[in-house]
T-cell receptor, first 110, second 112 residues
Framework: RKEVEQDPGPFNVPEGATVAFNCTYS??????FFWYRQDCRKEPKLLMS???SGNEDGRFTAQLNRASQYISLLIRDSKLSDSATYLC???????????FGRGTSLIVHP | ETGVTQSPTHLIKTRGQQVTLRCSSQ?????VSWYQQALGQGPQFIFQ???????GRGNFPPRFSGLQFPNYSSELNVNALELDDSALYLC???????????FGPGTRLLVL
């Protein structure tokens, strides 16, 4: 089983839709979690950290479920500019060596 | 802008050759990590340096080696290139808070 697993998609949604991605991780000692966004042929950029209490940034909401070992990303009112690959990242405790998922591709169409 | 730069942007090599990729981080970013990203995959951790010492290594053979310098620059060296080494190579530095990584634009390596 991979350490961090994501559905590669693509998720193909119309503008204005709500879409959610999940990411599962295998190591229960994982301590910190992030979502990164990667545009085609560009570098990953931090979208948001994921806290135990969940967090929201505008149209984006991230949640952590430690019992089931997954994190989620919810995007409301999708925009064309949201089209990208969303990478889930997990850090083990005490290290800053992250493990990336393979990413979930989102395509928002008119 | 992340303040992390990489050079060159693109590179073509042949099997068996050696390559050196370079990265320059922001001042004060003492941790730098290197990743390999194959097409359609997430970045795979190669190794990490903290204050010029290797601080962790992923599942890559010894022909992948690195250096970090006091001026916040670093290098990734790959010897005896193989076709499967063709990928995007990313470096990332950690900000003062520690966990947030800032990526450079990457170097696209093609091995023929």
């Amino acid at each position: 089983r991979k350490e961090v697993e994501q559905d590669p998609g693509p998720f193909n949604v119309p503008e204005g839709a709500t879409v959610a991605f999940n990411c599962t991780y295998s190591n229960s000692a994982s301590q910190s979690f992030f979502w990164y966004r990667q545009d085609c042929r560009k570098e990953p950029k931090l979208l948001m950290s994921v806290y135990s209490s969940g967090n929201e940034d505008g149209r984006f909401t991230a949640q952590l479920n430690r019992a089931s070992q997954y994190i989620s990303l919810l995007i409301r009112d999708s925009k064309l500019s949201d089209s990208a690959t969303y990478l889930c990242v997990v850090n083990l405790g005490g290290s800053y060596i992250p493990t990336f998922g393979r990413g979930t591709s989102l395509i928002v169409h008119p | 802008e992340t303040g992390v730069t990489q050079s060159p942007t693109h590179l073509i090599k042949t099997r068996g050759q050696q390559v050196t990729l370079r990265c320059s981080s922001q001042s004060g970013h003492n941790t730098v990590s290197w990743y390999q990203q194959a097409l359609g995959q997430g970045p795979q951790f190669i190794f990490q340096y903290y204050r010029e010492e290797e601080n962790g290594r992923g599942n890559f053979p010894p022909r992948f080696s690195g250096l970090q310098f006091p001026n916040y620059s670093s290098e990734l060296n790959v010897n005896a290139l193989e076709l499967d080494d063709s990928a995007l190579y990313l470096c990332a530095s950690n900000g003062p808070g520690g966990e947030t990584q800032y990526f450079g634009p990457g170097t696209r390596l093609l091995v023929l």
